[in-house]
């Protein structure tokens, strides 16, 4: 996965180990697939190590299973190693030493079915895991009618489905939606409750694993909780050295008054360098109106008034309008960011964040009343991988130099 990619999850509460593995084997999918390796024994398998025709339909009988249920739980069962297949069949596998890591890995296989139709829907299936990743963003429960609009919307955006499919869906997600979380429930990764649902406590656990497999961010809070007691100044230094995710800002924030960590944040933006002013902004944007007092007194700051016109703005309050010239400050200021964090250079990516309004914005940068706007233009015209950007920075920078000489 590309850094571009990694999402950034709130930190969530995780059940203690102990609690884990007593809630693990109650699962209804963990707790068929060991009775279905029980009924299994020593057993005659097909070519591709199933169960035949004959004794799949008589676990079914026999267990009061679910057939359509009954291969993703012999996959649990073998992956799991409840079941070992040889080549003289089926027979015991060993006892299962670690149930944390034995859970993580029925969640494995519940998640990899997608591909072969595991809830019966190809559109939740395509959308499973964002579902999933929803869910365990909201701890308070997901309304079911907004999950439901959500997978629409997502599918709309990201599968460019045509008007005709979505009329079909939205007449039969509700019902596929419903088989889905029933399927979820069994895999011991949901409870429902009332019109909401959400993630049991395995299954923040498992879900969390899955995320960081992926590559995101998402600590749990006994990782960050001693972050959340920084102050501003101390808060984004860890976050520029690395030490701390952007994940922390949002405990951060709600372990304080809005009002007030608002002011705190400001005034390290008003006063620091342009990365110190980047993460503080970043931060301030999950705040809501009720940071309004602080941030309008923000409008007097000479190197924050146009980010906190933008953030009141935003959120349709009274804001003074920006310049085009006050967005090539902004723009300047953006950039400046790599320098004092030593990115410059380092990743194409990065110096491209602007895209092609940068090309644009260049000859403007040359007139912002920026402290680093030389140093920036300097820095894309030498690393900008664009080679028309490139020299537009080169010259507007030289234009700049000629004005102080």
């Keep these: 996965m590309a850094d571009s990619d990694a999402l950034t999850f709130p930190p ?16 209804p999918l963990v707790r068929d697939a060991v009775r279905l390796a029980r009924w299994t024994g020593v057993r005659e398998v097909t070519e591709v190590g199933l169960l035949t025709e004959e004794d799949a339909a008589a676990a079914v009988h026999d267990l009061g299973l679910e057939a359509r249920w009954l291969r993703l739980l012999w996959i649990v069962a073998v992956n799991g190693r409840l079941i070992e297949i040889t080549r003289a069949g089926a027979r015991p ?20 079915r997608t ?3 595991l809830t019966g829907s190809s559109v939740i299936d395509e959308h499973l895991t964002e579902i999933l990743a929803t869910i365990y963003s909201v701890r308070s429960g997901m309304p079911v009618a907004a999950l439901a609009s959500g997978i629409l919307q997502a599918h709309e955006v990201g599968c460019e489905a045509r008007p005709a499919e979505l009329r079909r869906l939205r007449m039969t997600l ?10 979820l429930e069994y895999c011991g990764l949901i409870e429902p409750s009332a019109d909401l649902v959400r ?15 992926e590559g995101h961010d998402a600590p749990s809070l006994h990782e960050v909780a001693g972050f959340a007691e920084l102050g501003a100044a101390e808060l984004i230094e860890a976050m520029l050295a690395g030490k701390a995710s952007s994940s922390v800002a949002t ?3 709600e372990r304080r008054i809005p009002e007030d960590a608002a002011r705190e944040l400001i005034k390290i933006a008003a006063t620091g360098n342009a990365a110190q002013r980047g993460t503080a902004g970043t931060i301030l944007e999950e705040l809501g109106p009720e940071a309004e007092p ?13 980010y906190a016109a933008a953030w009141l703005g935003v959120r349709d309050l009274e804001a003074p309008a920006l310049s085009e010239g006050d967005g090539a400050w902004v723009a300047v200021d953006t950039l400046a960011a790599l320098l004092y964090i030593g990115a410059a250079g380092e990743s194409a990516g990065e110096i491209d964040m602007l895209g092609e309004d940068l090309l644009t914005l260049v000859p403007e940068m040359g007139r912002a009343d ?11 015209g030498r690393h900008h991988p664009d080679v028309v950007i490139a020299k537009a920075a080169r010259k507007t920078a030289m234009k700049v130099r000629s004005r102080h000489a």
């Design 12 to 27: 969530v509460d995780l059940a203690p180990d102990e609690e884990l593995v007593q809630a693990v084997p109650l699962v």
């Design 93 to 112: 596998g060993p006892a299962v030493r670690d149930l944390l890591e034995f859970w993580d890995g029925v969640i494995m296989d519940v998640l990899d």
């Design 115 to 117: 591909d072969e139709g």
């Design 174 to 183: 509700p019902a596929e939606l419903a088989d889905a979380l029933a399927l």
């Design 199 to 213: 993630l049991t406590r395995p299954g923040v656990w498992a879900v969390r694993r899955d995320l960081l497999r």
């Design 251 to 253: 405990l951060w924030l």
């Design 294 to 306: 602080a941030v309008r007194e923000a409008l007097g700051e000479p190197l924050m008034w146009r």
């Design 370 to 380: 920026h402290p680093d706007a030389l140093a920036v233009l300097e820095m894309l």
